[in-house]
């Protein structure tokens, strides 16, 4: 008797045991949950001005125009699958380096970094003094883009991945030796391009009727700025 009472005790502990797991792993699933039902002001007034923010996630907010986060320091920036017609560079915080914006209404992206030239010329075309590693512009509107950056570091390519396939891409302009570029699914885009294809170490462009390949122009007495 007294030997079936310690096992039938033992059970109900370990049913608790279960228990109090199974609601505090419910617990800790919710939790992403809890932060995607936040309105983006709510998640804006928690954030720390002073520390660096490695990831904040704006997706899936109904976004229809991006809010300033320039007093920020973050890292990476998700904006992806809300309405965002543009994303204005100076509302970007100069800390970023990996921004992804798919699944939104761009239309046009323009970018250029020229703080560090020693080319007169190209100084009054600077824009951004951001430094970008990675740019995700996936499925949007795009017809143009041009993403032209000088890093900092010298001899360090910026930025060294960039995606922007499934879109409707006419003209495209970037760096040379980039590491990784995704144009696929873009039926209208320009062919020749100012910059050297062979340099990229991983182009994509999958389902595209024409490939890309360097147009060769006589050197420019002048630097061709390229839009």
Known sequence: YLQNNIMRIVLILLASLLISCKK?????TNLPQQEKKKSVSEILSNLSKTDTILKLDLSYKKLDSLPDL????????????????TIPLSKLPLTLRKLKCTDNKLTKFMMMNYKNSVIPELQPYHNSDLNLEEI???????????????????????????????????????????????????????????????????????NNPKKLKTKRIPRPKKPIICF
């Open 136 to 206: 995700d512009l996936s499925n949007n509107q795009l017809k143009v883009v041009t993403i032209k950056m000088l890093s900092i570091q010298k001899n360090k390519i910026l930025p060294k991945k960039i995606i922007v396939s499934n879109n409707k891409i006419e003209n495209l302009a970037i760096n040379d030796n980039i590491h990784y570029l995704d144009i696929s699914n873009n039926l209208n885009i320009n062919p020749e391009v100012l910059f050297t294809v062979e340099k990229i170490d991983t182009l994509i462009q999958t």
């Open 70 to 85: 320039s007093m920020f320091k973050i890292i990476t920036l998700d904006l992806s699958h809300n309405n965002l017609d």
């Open 24 to 28: 505090e792993i419910e617990i800790k």
